[in-house]
């Protein structure tokens, strides 16, 4: 146990550090501020500009710190006490270009009654081939039914070297 958080503590230093050698050498991140304000580095991202995507952000939701726009679409219908949920997600960035970003954490949660999924860590994550900006989420178990809005998704999301967060409601009924 005592070697495995080591090791953890050691990774996540050096990719501090990876960071900070990052931002010294790129004027445009002189600062904490500036870093914490950054929106898109487009030397990490870059867009995929032949994809169409442009303008339209009404079915998008911001993320905490803006860093990312984000959409869920479900599989139908939803059960409660089983693993065939699916759900796509979709970033793009604040032009609705497509933001191929990596979707770290997505978790259920019923904020009513403060539980999350009992089955949250079979969760299956996966990067789309061609459209990177879209991840499949497969094994989605939702504990309990609920109305819409009754369970919400709390998605964590890396951009560079930080990480962005968006609550979404699931505006569809659990059966
Ligand atoms: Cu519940």
Known sequence: MKLQSCSALLFISAMLVACDSKKDQDPAHETAADAAAQSVDPACMGTQESMGLHGD??????????????????SAPLKAASLENKATVTFVNEHAEALPLTLTSFKLFMPSMGHGSSKGDQIVLSQGKENLNIWTVDKIYFSMGGAAGDWVV???ARVCCSSDKARISIPVEVQ
Request: aromatic share 14%.
């Open 57 to 74: 952000l009404s079915d998008y939701m911001a993320s905490a710190a803006g860093t990312f726009h984000v959409k869920i679409g479900w």
């Open 154 to 156: 709390d998605l964590e």
